[in-house]
């Protein structure tokens, strides 16, 4: 039980869980004051990477790397993921007509995924200390 409670994967889903509620929460907040769905999103995803680097440098990857260096490439790569996202999300809203709360989940497990790889190999490669 403690070698999975001190999985890597398991710490990533956990802070994830924590990050997509703070992305969630705000998403749906701002579109209730009926800000742009893309605006909300770009917001939400602000908040959310500004959580989600702290969360994965400390919990999940025990970093000890450059801290400046390593959010440099946490926000560029998760940058590129807003970038996907928001062109899906106009895609899925606006081109097929979904409601945008099914849109921004649909959208989120892919953005998910890219960025547990972007994190593991492109962010904190080289300055974590795993625990597996």
Do not use: P
């Not at 605006?39 to 702290?54: D, P, T």
């Not at 606006?94 to 890219?114: N, Q």
């Not at 790889?117 to 974590?128: D, H, I």
């Amino acid at each position: 039980m403690n070698k999975l409670c001190n999985s890597e994967l398991i710490r990533y889903i956990l802070t994830g869980g924590m990050t997509t509620a703070v992305n969630y929460g705000l998403f749906f907040l701002l579109n209730a004051f009926s800000v742009n769905y893309l605006l909300s999103n770009s917001i939400a995803w602000l908040g959310a990477v500004l959580f989600a680097f702290y969360a994965n440098r400390q919990v999940v990857f025990h970093s000890r790397g450059k801290k400046l260096d390593e959010f440099r490439r946490f926000f560029s790569l998760r940058f590129l993921t807003l970038l996907l996202e928001n062109l899906l999300l106009f895609l899925f809203v606006d081109c097929i007509g979904l409601y945008k709360a099914a849109a921004k989940v649909s959208v989120s497990v892919i953005t998910v995924l890219l960025n547990y790889v972007a994190c593991k190999y492109q962010v904190f490669r080289n300055g974590g200390v795993s625990r597996e």
